[in-house]
């Protein structure tokens, strides 16, 4: 037998026994624990909720459920909105975790190293002196830049003011889907809101399935996910009925603290990734192909199509 041949049988048999190792864990509702993160708070209130409304029904609908510190990425910009800062403490008094999300939310490749870099700094200063403010900084759009140099120019400035990187697990469209609520309303469309929610959980459950298998034929283990939402109106509507839904697959959700703690948090990477979780980044440093993981919704287009199907706006 040839030696490709050998290669091609055991990867497939590695293959198979990672699916079915995950599909035990999947109906043991077992080891499976997820964490919850907002990112670009406090977002500005549109047509409808205000700021304010929406970030008191989020912390509402968490308490409502009992649900554990949730990671609150903010940016400098938004946070220097009206009562951007006092929405920020009323995530801290409900015992919630703060983190750097930078302050005008650049794309690092669009603007240099150094002006990156002083752009987290700017959001430091403003951010760090607030109650449960945490050490995370997750990068603008989950991008890491296509620069070998700068990307470790930023790293190291980072790990100089003692930040560890805010990564996710599980990413998803959510701002899309809310983008076109938002816009609905403003057309002067009516909503199917109970129609709206069974997507976007599905939408999002799926999403979490799918990288939770990936986690399991990459590291051959259940691993501490991070949720990637955002802090807009879908979020202050569904976040309690999400959580209910995914307790009730087996899923534990645990602190964003806690799932800082996976040894994932401290794998090295070498390789550039941008747009992309911590798993798919390992994925690609064990030299897996981007194309291995689109999945469902895989675009805008067929999330957009789903909802016109069921005619969610009308």
């Given at each position: 037998?040839?030696?490709?041949?050998?290669?091609?049988?055991?990867?497939?048999?590695?293959?198979?026994?990672?699916?079915?190792?995950?599909?035990?864990?999947?109906?043991?509702?077992?080891?499976?624990?997820?964490?919850?993160?907002?990112?670009?708070?406090?977002?500005?209130?549109?047509?409808?909720?205000?700021?304010?409304?929406?970030?008191?029904?989020?912390?509402?609908?968490?308490?409502?459920?009992?649900?554990?510190?949730?990671?609150?990425?903010?940016?400098?910009?938004?946070?220097?909105?009206?009562?951007?800062?006092?929405?920020?403490?009323?995530?801290?008094?409900?015992?919630?975790?703060?983190?750097?999300?930078?302050?005008?939310?650049?794309?690092?490749?669009?603007?240099?190293?150094?002006?990156?870099?002083?752009?987290?700094?700017?959001?430091?200063?403003?951010?760090?002196?607030?109650?449960?403010?945490?050490?995370?900084?997750?990068?603008?759009?989950?991008?890491?830049?296509?620069?070998?140099?700068?990307?470790?120019?930023?790293?190291?400035?980072?790990?100089?003011?003692?930040?560890?990187?805010?990564?996710?697990?599980?990413?998803?469209?959510?701002?899309?889907?809310?983008?076109?609520?938002?816009?609905?309303?403003?057309?002067?469309?009516?909503?199917?809101?109970?129609?709206?929610?069974?997507?976007?959980?599905?939408?999002?459950?799926?999403?979490?399935?799918?990288?939770?298998?990936?986690?399991?034929?990459?590291?051959?283990?259940?691993?501490?996910?991070?949720?990637?939402?955002?802090?807009?109106?879908?979020?202050?509507?569904?976040?309690?009925?999400?959580?209910?839904?995914?307790?009730?697959?087996?899923?534990?959700?645990?602190?964003?603290?806690?799932?800082?703690?996976?040894?994932?948090?401290?794998?090295?990477?070498?390789?550039?990734?941008?747009?992309?979780?911590?798993?798919?980044?390992?994925?690609?440093?064990?030299?897996?192909?981007?194309?291995?993981?689109?999945?469902?919704?895989?675009?805008?287009?067929?999330?957009?199509k789903m909802l016109e199907e069921e005619n969610?706006?009308?």
């Open positions: 037998m040839r030696i490709g041949a050998i290669f091609k049988s055991i990867f497939v048999v590695f293959f198979f026994y990672s699916l079915t190792s995950y599909q035990i864990l999947e109906k043991r509702g077992c080891d499976h624990e997820i964490a919850i993160s907002f990112d670009d708070a406090p977002m500005p209130g549109t047509s409808i909720f205000s700021g304010v409304e929406r970030t008191e029904e989020i912390i509402k609908k968490l308490e409502e459920v009992n649900a554990p510190a949730v990671g609150i990425f903010a940016l400098g910009i938004h946070a220097q909105r009206e009562f951007g800062i006092e929405r920020l403490k009323k995530y801290a008094i409900a015992g919630h975790i703060l983190a750097n999300h930078s302050y005008s939310h650049y794309r690092l490749g669009e603007v240099e190293a150094e002006t990156f870099i002083e752009d987290i700094k700017r959001a430091h200063v403003l951010l760090s002196d607030l109650p449960n403010f945490r050490l995370f900084f997750r990068f603008p759009y989950l991008y890491e830049g296509d620069n070998t140099t700068q990307r470790k120019e930023v790293l190291k400035a980072l790990a100089d003011m003692g930040y560890r990187e805010g990564y996710v697990t599980v990413s998803n469209f959510d701002f899309y889907i809310n983008y076109l609520a938002v816009q609905a309303v403003k057309e002067g469309k009516k909503i199917n809101y109970e129609k709206l929610k069974e997507i976007y959980i599905k939408i999002l459950w799926e999403c979490i399935d799918f990288h939770a298998e990936w986690a399991h034929k990459i590291l051959g283990r259940a691993v501490k996910h991070v949720l990637l939402l955002h802090e807009n109106d879908l979020a202050a509507l569904f976040i309690g009925d999400l959580i209910s839904l995914i307790r009730s697959k087996g899923w534990k959700i645990i602190s964003i603290e806690d799932a800082y703690k996976d040894p994932i948090a401290t794998i090295p990477l070498t390789t550039i990734y941008g747009y992309s979780t911590r798993i798919f980044a390992i994925g690609k440093e064990r030299g897996l192909r981007k194309q291995e993981f689109s999945h469902f919704p895989s675009s805008c287009e067929c999330i957009k969610v706006f009308f």
